[in-house]
């Protein structure tokens, strides 16, 4: 890759420019000119090792530029200059000159005795950390590479020569080989590695003469000495002059029994096979080899922060340790990595490519990132099912790294038959299906994906398949409509290595064809989904609804996911007929706003009801309702008459004369990757335009207490209609007529003294907004219409408690009735009149009598409620 000046600018100097890396170098962008730093040099002058240089951007005309940001360091293009050093690295000459040799920084391995390999166990942690001879598979696998790193700046690239200080890194861990107190080999990170533990160098043969290099014989290109294959090499500790050598211990091994290993160790003497000889890796092997370790480290940290997310529920310690950004970049750079070879590629190309992926595969299952990436599928889907992510349901990263660990799985195992044949066992298969059931459409995907590479590429897992992974499957094709990665999973199953599994063609024909048309027809049309929020309104005779309501919707996202435009309608429905149901449609039935005679919607451009569109706009660009469109829909009752607006424009056209008939509410109909949003008014949503004069926004009628939101079954009932008690057919007795005025003028008394506690007082006008009342006088100065109020009130308390199955009876009164003496202040009005009720505390209510208060209170307001009513009051 190329140094580029991009044109991009993320540093804090805002006339900086990024610098980075780029694969080709057209244009002027991986350009610079390289200047002396020092008057000792001239322009045009040969660049000398040693030299300092300026490099200035020929694209932007800056300086290449290094500085600090964050406690970060970052490389720009400035206008501030840094100098920069030469250092020689290595040839390209000597390098195609001596083929086979070996150079600092090349990646190998270190053979022993021909059978085995230096190499870390296959359960390698930070607790079991040493270093071991092992034969077998681990000879190819990439656990078994290690770099040479000679210890020094100046010809870092130069030849690995006899005695040259160097250290050795192994690649798949990032870590270098050291000593321990034991004098044992262990690996250590690079924080720890010091020279005097890290630095080892190679000898011909075992001698106790310790020669020193000067540092003139160490910063030296050096001579090709050591070749790949021909020499034998023996590597010592370059500060305790120890020799690699290794010791033999017995354990057993589960399946094997006893088996002889050997750890690697330093020591004093060592053994006589303590020789080791080189093996270069493949370019495509070491480059591998490195991916898996920066993938190790970044799916081992995302796992961890998981799990403290899982413990402490605490979103920022997760973001401290985990970058989402960087996880997304990672996920998609590997899906390309594992990218399978295009079709027109020519055949023997294509092969190389094919062997080159399948290497790769091979190495990321044997170093573990495959089980790495199902135990972050795992622990996604245990913290999504606790709710511990719903801080992060929008969050874009969040979404794509969760399709993208399918996708990736899908890619790691795809014609790869030892990879699939892991998921051949029944624990593995019905967790594949258990997260099929149940995925979002984007892993969903991923997921049907992997399951299509298991099937290809494992007749062992074809055989195990049961009908309840069957009907799984299958019932995609009613969740997604007829997907063809679907039928792809399900042809797989039919054959498997050219043979007929006859077991799986059974049952997709039985739970599959009868009374299924589905893979047969030619044309299938969009899944519509309807929505409503739980209010119902309607025209009642002698109820308190108002008979004028609006409300709008606004969309928020608007996709295309199939050969259909969107579905998008909005309006009212009834009901008493408004059944929609999955599987509607066109001459299929009822299924969504305006494909039935119970629903008038509106799409944009047409309003739709029975199935049939009128167009009221000159809309020819589908979708006609797009992003950020408001739709206000009005609804008169008292017409009746639906109207629309579009934007704030009323629409012309309406819907005139239907069936009032039951109940109204509020409707969207719309199909998949779509998402709008109801504005009902208030604190359910501001509407963005004001309703029309005389229309209320629809949540006042929302009564205390009412769920908007959830479950609910569409009542009839809904609607209140005031019914008191008839009192038309009761007759009073004489005795019982002889205490209605004095009822009467307790009442009055009562509501005088609750109106002085509220703050009124008296006065010769009524005033509501200085609370002041004409009537808080005695009863007998009250003017003709209100003593006959109180009068009838009493009246028909009376005769509601006789309608009730009650019975009025005399009792002997006590000798007289005391009144409740109330405080002059502030009960004492102006006119020198004081409330004065009859004191009724030493009075007992029995349970029964308790009920009938509440008989009472509930006929007094429906009484009031009806009289409001019959003035054409509406509840608004």
Request: charged fraction near 25%; proline fraction near 4%; aromatic fraction near 8%.
């Amino acid at each position: 890759m190329y140094l580029a000046c991009l044109s991009t600018s993320s540093s804090n100097d805002k006339l900086a420019f990024d610098v980075g890396l780029q694969e080709h170098s057209q244009g002027e962008a991986c350009w610079w000119t390289v200047h002396p730093a020092s008057k000792q040099r001239s322009e045009g002058e040969k660049v000398r090792v040693g030299d300092d240089v300026i490099l200035v951007s020929v694209a932007t005309e800056r300086y290449l530029h290094t500085t600090k940001e964050n406690d970060q360091s970052i490389v720009n293009a400035s206008f501030h200059v840094t100098h920069w050093s030469v250092q020689p690295y290595g040839t390209g000459i000597s390098k195609m000159k001596c083929v086979g040799y070996v150079f600092g920084g090349d990646v190998l391995r270190f053979f022993h005795g021909g059978d085995e390999c230096l190499t870390i166990p296959s359960t390698w942690s930070t607790e079991q950390n040493i270093v071991v001879y092992e034969g077998g598979s681990v000879m190819s696998q990439a656990r078994s590479l290690w770099r040479l790193e000679l210890a020094r700046t100046k010809w870092a690239g130069g030849f690995i020569n006899w005695y040259h200080p160097m250290r050795i890194r192994h690649l798949t861990t990032g870590r270098y080989l050291s000593v321990t107190e034991n004098n044992e080999l262990c690996l250590v990170s690079r924080e720890e590695a010091t020279t005097a533990l890290t630095a080892f160098c190679l000898r011909q043969e075992k001698d106790d003469q310790k020669i020193t290099l000067e540092d003139k014989d160490l910063e030296v290109i050096g001579t090709p000495i050591i070749k790949y294959g021909d020499s034998t090499v023996v590597v010592q500790h370059s500060e305790s002059g120890l020799w690699l050598s290794y010791k033999s211990y017995e354990t057993k091994k589960k399946g094997v029994g006893k088996v002889e290993e050997k750890q690697a160790v330093l020591h004093e003497e060592g053994k006589m096979d303590d020789g080791l000889d080189f093996s270069r890796s493949q370019e495509e092997e070491s480059r591998t080899a490195r991916v898996i370790k920066k993938c190790s480290c970044l799916f081992t940290q995302f796992i961890n922060g998981l799990e403290t997310l899982q413990m402490n529920r605490r979103h920022s310690l997760f973001f401290l340790t985990v970058n989402l950004n960087e996880m997304v970049m990672c996920l998609e750079d590997l899906i390309n990595y594992f990218a399978q070879p295009e079709d027109d590629m020519e055949h023997e190309e294509k092969q190389n490519k094919l062997r080159a992926l399948r290497n790769r595969q091979d190495l990321f299952q044997e170093e573990g990132i495959l089980n790495l990436i199902l135990e972050a599928i795992d622990k996604i889907n245990v913290i999504t099912s606790q709710g511990f992510l719903s801080a992060l349901a929008g969050d874009h990263n969040w979404e794509m790294i969760s399709a993208y660990l399918y996708q990736l799985l899908a890619a790691i195992i795809k014609g790869n038959h030892t990879n699939c044949a892991q998921f051949a066992n029944s624990n593995r298969l019905n967790w594949l299906f258990s997260r099929l059931g149940s995925q979002a459409s984007g892993e969903g995907t991923g997921m049907l994906d992997v399951l299509h590479c298991v099937l290809i590429d494992s007749p062992e897992a074809l055989n195990m398949m049961r009908d309840e992974h069957i009907k799984v499957i299958i019932s995609l094709l009613e969740k997604h409509g007829r997907d063809p990665k679907v039928l792809d999973v399900l042809c797989s199953l039919c054959v498997g290595n050219g043979v007929a599994v006859r077991s799986s063609q059974n049952n997709i024909c039985d739970y599959l064809l009868p009374g299924k048309n589905l893979l047969l027809q030619t044309q299938l049309v969009d899944h519509v989904a309807s929505v409503r929020p739980n209010i119902f309104v309607g025209r009642v005779e002698g109820s308190a609804i108002y008979q004028k309501w609006y409300f709008e919707v606004t969309v928020d996202h608007l996709e295309q996911t199939t050969h259909m435009m969107p579905h998008l309608r909005i309006g009212w429905a009834n009901s008493k007929g408004y059944v929609p149901y999955p599987g509607g449609g066109e001459k299929w039935g009822g299924n969504g706003v305006g494909d039935d005679l119970y629903s008038y919607g509106f799409d944009g451009a047409y309003l739709w009801t029975g199935g049939r569109s009128t167009q009221v706009m000159q809309k020819t660009v589908e979708p006609y309702i797009k992003k950020s469109d408001v739709v206000g829909c009005a609804l008169d009752l008292t017409v009746p008459i639906v109207t629309f607006t579009f934007n704030g424009v009323p629409i012309r056209g309406s819907f005139r004369d239907f069936n009032l008939d039951g109940m109204f509410f509020p409707v969207i109909s719309c199909s998949s990757k779509l998402s709008c949003r109801f504005l009902l008014g208030g604190d359910q949503g501001k509407l963005k335009y004001a309703p029309p004069e005389e229309f209320s926004p629809l949540v006042e009628s929302l009564l205390p207490q009412q769920v908007l939101a959830g479950p609910l079954l569409v009542e009839d009932d809904i609607a209140f209609v005031p019914n008191p008690v008839d009192t038309s057919m009761v007759t009073l007795s004489s005795y019982v007529e002889s205490i209605k005025d004095k009822l009467a003028e307790n009442i009055h008394e009562m509501w005088a003294m609750n109106k002085i506690e509220a703050g009124w007082q008296w006065g010769d006008y009524r005033d509501d907004m200085r609370h002041i009342h004409p009537c808080l006088v005695p009863f007998d100065k009250l003017p003709p219409a209100e003593k006959r109020y109180d009068s009838q009130l009493a009246v028909q308390t009376l005769k509601t408690i006789m309608a009730l199955g009650y019975y009025i009876t005399m009792d002997k009164p006590p000798s007289r009735i005391k009144t409740v003496r109330l405080p002059n202040e502030p009960f004492m009005q102006a006119n020198g009149y004081k409330p004065a009720p009859l004191d009724l505390g030493a009075i007992t209510l029995t349970p029964k009598l308790e009920e009938l208060v509440d008989q009472l209170a509930e006929n007094t307001h429906n009484l009031w409620a009806k009289e409001r009513i019959n003035k054409d009051g509406r509840m608004v």
